[in-house]
């Protein structure tokens, strides 16, 4: 995976009674990064929806550059250069950061708002709810649902239980 940006860079800082100002533009560039992440399906939250969390992020970047141009930039370079290493690890934890948050945030938000019923004619709804949270195995993704057709004035669930006879499976490739 390779990143680059381009930008203009500005501070402004008062020590005492002087300020002091600087300002430029720059151009940085990461390549050969790569992420990895684990995930969890660990349950169904009250409404029935299958929960996610993040369990574990590693980020590696093999090639960082920053160029600065304006300014007092030669000096900059020179700190960026003796940081350097300092710089691509935290950039890399907040990669990690960024990534994690989407999972138990974003990710999580998407799940809940996959619908459980549909309605079925104007009287009636099928309720596909989930029975188990999702499992994951290599390669595929195993569900197992409800499927209970009702009438809308009787949202009970029958008082009979029906064995599972066909589990579904999602394939999906990485």
């Known amino acids: 995976m ?11 800082k008062k020590v005492l009674f002087v300020k002091i100002r600087d300002s430029g533009s720059l151009k940085g560039s990461v390549s050969g990064a790569s992420i990895s992440v684990s995930v ?18 590693s980020c590696s970047i093999s090639s960082m550059s920053v160029n600065l141009s304006g300014g007092a930039s030669w000096l900059y370079e020179l700190l960026i250069g003796l940081f350097k290493n300092k710089i691509r690890s935290k950039l890399e ?21 996959f619908p459980l ?6 009287d009636w709804t099928f309720d596909y709810s989930f029975l188990a949270p999702p499992s994951l195995f290599y390669g595929s993704l195993s569900t197992k649902h409800k499927g209970t057709f009702r009438h809308k004035d009787n949202p009970i669930d029958p008082p009979i239980t029906v064995r599972t ?4 499976s999602l394939q999906y490739a990485m």
């Open 2 to 12: 390779a990143i680059s940006l381009t930008g203009n860079w500005r501070y402004e």
């Open 40 to 57: 969890r399906l660990d349950g169904l939250d009250p409404t029935g929806h299958p929960t996610i969390v993040s369990t574990g992020c």
């Open 93 to 113: 934890e907040k990669i990690c950061d960024a990534t994690t948050d989407f999972i138990n945030g974003k990710a999580r938000d998407l799940l809940k708002s």
């Open 117 to 122: 019923q549909m309605i079925v004619h104007k």
């Open 165 to 168: 006879f066909i589990e579904g």
